[in-house]
């Protein structure tokens, strides 16, 4: 029978999101996913941009920018966007909701879906103090499902034995 | 190919121990795989995602995730985790007699 590990369940897992666009919360969000599937304890803690991905106001806004990312092709093609193209008006958004339909027809669920089915499996979400302080949040500007605000060395206490991923 | 001996059954299994041949799968076999891995009691809940997950493979040929149980079955993620602890997606499959999920999501 398969080995389901049950009592060897004490690994654990922390991602630092450092980035707030649409692809990094999903990278982070999918390997936050996997890693909780399988009885991985899991502690994912938001800083700098990334805190965008548990601003109330802000995560079902996230956008993917083709400004400075040559792996983003024009669609159907292997040619980068011109940067001079890329930074036109509407061009952010044009490629969010090229991105967010691609997920969508691979049932990768919007950001707050996600988030709140990775919250169910039992993952902790933590938010950075200094970026906190630095963009002058208060507690009601996050979502409901972040832990706590916590300084890096409480991180460095959490993330003890941890393997760290940061994005 | 090996094969292991579970409810007085000779099935077909692959190295880490999931059956290869989900035609050797019968509803009357579930408990005693649930017993294998822990899970003493088949509920309800339990047999609306077993049938579920046969149902969906009859018709996808692959095994579903997590979430397209819990947004198509109507099983909420929570629910999940607590029907089939710690590795909801690996354990719900092998009670179904399937592969686990190849879907990343």
């Not at chain 1, 936050?32 to 806004?61: P, Q, S, Y």
């Not at chain 1, 890096?152 to 959490?158: I, K, P, Q, R, V």
Request: net charge negative; with cysteine; hydrophobic share 45%.
């Amino acid at each position: 029978m398969p080995n389901f590990d049950d009592d060897g369940g004490d690994r654990k897992l922390c991602i630092i999101v450092s980035k707030g666009t649409m692809e990094w919360a999903t990278a982070a969000m999918v390997l936050g996913n996997a890693a909780i599937g399988e009885g991985i304890d899991l502690h994912v803690f938001f800083t700098f941009w990334g805190m965008d991905a548990i601003i109330d106001r802000r995560m079902d806004k996230l956008k993917v920018s083709p400004v400075a990312n040559p792996s983003m092709k024009i669609p159907g093609t292997d040619i980068g966007m011109a940067n001079m193209l890329a930074g036109l008006p509407g061009m952010t958004a044009f490629a969010s909701s090229m991105m967010h339909k691609e997920m969508k027809a691979l049932d990768v669920p919007p950001h707050r879906e996600f988030m709140q089915m990775v919250a169910d499996a039992g993952a902790h979400f933590w938010a950075c103090r200094l970026t906190y302080d630095m963009l002058g949040l208060k507690k009601e500007d996050l979502w409901d499902e972040v832990d706590d605000v916590i300084s890096a060395s409480d991180f460095m206490e959490l993330s003890d034995g941890a393997q760290i991923i940061f994005i | 190919m090996a094969t292991e001996l579970i409810g007085g059954v000779e099935l077909d299994v692959d190295e880490e121990g999931f059956m290869t041949n989900p035609g050797q799968w019968t509803e009357e076999l579930a408990p005693a795989l649930g017993k294998e891995i822990g899970i003493d009691e088949l509920t309800e809940e339990h047999w609306k995602v077993i049938h579920f997950l046969r149902s969906d493979y009859e018709a996808q040929g692959e095994t579903a995730t997590l979430r397209r149980v819990s947004t198509l079955a109507g099983v909420p993620t929570k629910d999940l985790y607590k029907l089939f602890p710690k590795k909801p997606a690996k354990k719900m499959s092998y009670v179904s007699g399937l592969q686990k999920p190849t879907g990343c999501v």
